[in-house]
């Protein structure tokens, strides 16, 4: 388990080009935009607004998250800290590091939640339980 505290999840600007001509704006994530090669690229969408998603940490993936329409609030916990970071800009994504419990949650009614992955799913990557992750972090202590 890293060792990893909520301080190392950050949100990050996604370049946007305003078009001059009143047609909208373009957003562009390059490979300098975040710090992990993208594996893997899935989306939540059709989510209830009373549902809770996330739930889990990963012991090695990184992800980014970007809120493509409306807004939810992503929980972050590293075992001692928490905090909330609300989504609702599709030109700022939130980057989560390995080691970190997430829940989101507040789904606007269209929201779109799109996720870049440094890894393929890997079920073995997950840490599902709660107090299991509370014990992994203690001891990286
Ligand atoms: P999960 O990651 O638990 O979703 P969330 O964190 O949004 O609540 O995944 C939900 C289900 O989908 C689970 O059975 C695993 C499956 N799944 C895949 O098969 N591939 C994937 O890339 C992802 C993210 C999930």
Redesign the pocket.
């Known amino acids: 388990m890293k060792k990893n505290t909520i301080d190392s999840t950050r949100v990050i600007d996604i370049p946007r080009i305003v078009d001059e001509g009143g047609r909208g704006n373009l957003s562009v994530i390059e490979k300098d935009c975040i710090p992990f090669k993208i594996e ?1 690229v ?1 989306y ?1 969408y059709d989510v209830p607004i009373d549902a809770y ?4 940490a990963h012991k090695n993936l990184k992800q980014f998250l970007v809120p493509l329409s409306g807004s939810f609030d992503v929980i972050l916990k590293d075992g001692k800290n928490t905090k909330t970071v609300t989504l609702n800009k599709p030109n700022k994504g939130l980057l989560i590091v390995p080691g970190i419990w997430r829940e ?1 949650e507040n789904f606007s009614s269209g929201a779109v939640c799109l ?1 870049l ?1 440094s890894e ?2 890997n ?1 073995d990557d ?1 840490i ?1 339980d709660f107090q299991d992750f509370v014990i992994a972090k203690k001891s990286t202590e």
């Open positions: 893997r899935y939540l998603r996330g739930g889990h989101l996720v992955a393929v799913y079920e997950y599902r």
